[in-house]
């Protein structure tokens, strides 16, 4: 079926008399499909009203269901608007919760599917054994270091490359824009933590830019994700929604008692003059010290796709998030979006010239190494 500029068509009908709108309507009551997809626009319209955006996914299946367009042709609109993969992202969504009915993860199956992501980006690089400063590319935008792998598997800390890495192989909307995570605190070398100043400002800045091409473009409102790094040891999410005027502030650790090293709250006090309202979001709580980065990845790729992050009360078993993070990553693997990096092709590059131009010792170096030996 064809396609239609509802732009054009708003602004030539816009004011015309009632005859004449009676007149264009008449084709489509006659047709049972045309009226079928106007009751399906219908929605779509409700949603984008309500929540700022439609809902493409149940769109393409509507019009599959109706068969207003073929399978086929549905297929390659999900292909093209990156939504192939949201099933395995609603799956894994309800995977990620503590389960009674299906217990803990095997931590060997664990190990065993991180072994083999290790031998696949191993294949990728051209190297049996991976070291901690190997990266690959992830869809050519962001670094991935294999030095992750042994954190997931030791259960260690993650920091802010690792969660970029793992927040660029989830899809999103093309309005969602991401930012890299943005520290709020900085510790000396005597340990003492203190606030940064104007912590924010780069990142206003680029909202600021997105927001102008936005006024000459049709991109619309934006909603923006970004991790911070809060008292130099602990990994939150912040989400910008322009639609709806609010900022979500998610912590995985707003129920411990931790003291603030500032008065300030430098979320709310940067973004507030965008007009939107801030507010902290319930969140999952995390039981330890150390998973605050696949908290955020989780709460992450959640909110890309426009699910809830869970309530105050819900527990998230983090072995399950490293399962979705490994698995990504075996996907990514199987499309080949992990290529090598321009930094470790360059040490290759740099690697191959060195052996290339090492001398064969002379008869006269070896004689003196003889002697010396001898010696």
């Known amino acids: 079926m064809a396609f239609v500029d509802f732009e054009c068509v708003t602004r030539s009908y816009a004011k015309v008399s009632k005859d004449n709108i009676d007149k264009v309507a008449a084709p489509f009551q006659a047709d049972p499909q045309k009226m079928e997809f106007l009751s399906i626009l219908d929605g779509q319209v409700d949603l984008l009203t309500m929540e700022g955006r ?6 393409f299946d509507l019009l599959d269901s109706h068969s207003i367009t073929s399978s086929k042709e549905v297929s390659t609109l999900r292909a093209e608007y990156g939504l192939e993969r949201l099933s395995q992202c609603l799956v894994y969504r309800l995977d990620i919760y503590t389960n009674t009915t299906t217990g803990p993860v095997p931590q060997g199956c664990l190990d065993t599917a991180l072994e083999r ?3 696949g980006i191993g294949n990728v690089l051209g190297k049996q054994k991976l070291g901690d400063d190997d990266s690959v590319m992830v869809n050519g935008a962001v670094e991935l270091s294999c030095g992750v792998f042994h954190r ?3 259960r260690e800390w993650l920091n802010c490359c690792d969660i970029a890495a793992a927040r660029e192989m989830t899809d999103r909307p093309v309005f969602v824009r991401l930012g890299l995570s943005i520290p709020l605190h900085k510790e000396d070398e005597n340990g003492e933590v203190t606030p940064l100043s104007n912590p924010l400002r780069r990142w206003r800045k680029k909202i600021d830019d997105y927001s102008c091409k936005g006024k000459n473009d049709l991109e619309g ?6 991790p911070l790094n809060v008292n130099a040891n602990h990994f939150t999410l912040l989400k910008i929604n322009e639609q709806t005027k609010i900022t979500y502030h998610y912590d995985s650790l707003a129920n411990l008692d931790r003291p603030s090293k500032d008065g300030a709250n430098p979320p709310q006090e940067e973004f507030k003059y965008l007009g939107v309202r801030y507010t902290e979001a319930p969140t999952p709580q995390q039981r330890d010290r150390w998973t605050c980065g696949l908290m955020v990845i989780c709460n992450a790729k959640g909110r890309m796709i426009g699910l809830l992050v869970g ?18 990553c ?5 499309d080949d979006d992990l290529q090598p990096s321009p930094l470790f092709k360059k040490r290759k590059k740099m690697a191959e010239g060195v052996q290339k131009n090492v001398l064969n010792p002379s008869r006269s170096s070896r004689r003196r190494r003889e002697i010396t030996e001898g010696c």
């Open 152 to 154: 997931l598997y030791s």
């Open 54 to 59: 439609p809902d493409l996914s149940r769109f």
């Open 330 to 334: 075996q996907t990514f693997l199987k």
């Open 221 to 226: 409102p934006q909603v923006y994700i970004c």
């Open 117 to 119: 992501v290790v031998e």
């Open 311 to 328: 309530s105050w009360d819900d527990k998230v078993d983090p072995d399950r998030v490293t399962k979705g993070v490994v698995g990504d």
